[in-house]
């Protein structure tokens, strides 16, 4: 709960439209102002393809198996897609979602992203998701 409050408190990235939702009802509203209450609603999670309980995927690096399917370009420069991955230690197939940031030159030198690769603001930054965590994306209507 702790982590979780902390990360909310953290600025947004220039660009990024953020909201802390206290309740399922706050985070609908946040989801309908942003993609718009006509807007047809996709749900995206990663899913582990091999093992009964999504609970049991385990922290791992993990190999790219097949190109990424891209699901949509935003103007923020980002890059959302689902990519097909095995773990490296158990060879667990994950269908994990994915957010690429393509422009980060103005985030902080001091992004753990940074620290961990070595490198510096300018680079593109994917960031994968857990099995718990949802992704809300407006789809297009036939």
Partial sequence: MEDSLQHCEFKPIEGETKICATSLESMLDFMTSVLGLESQIEVLTTTDLTSKSKSNTLVQNYTVLAEPREISVTNLKRILGKILLAGDED????????????????????????????????????????????????????
């Fill in 91 to 142: 060879g667990a197939k994950v269908y994990a979602v994915a957010v690429c940031h393509m422009d980060t030159t103005k985030w902080s030198r001091n992004y753990v992203a940074f620290r961990m690769l070595g490198t510096e603001p300018g680079i593109p930054v994917c960031l994968f998701f857990q099995a718990d965590h949802l992704v809300w994306i407006s789809s297009p209507t036939s």
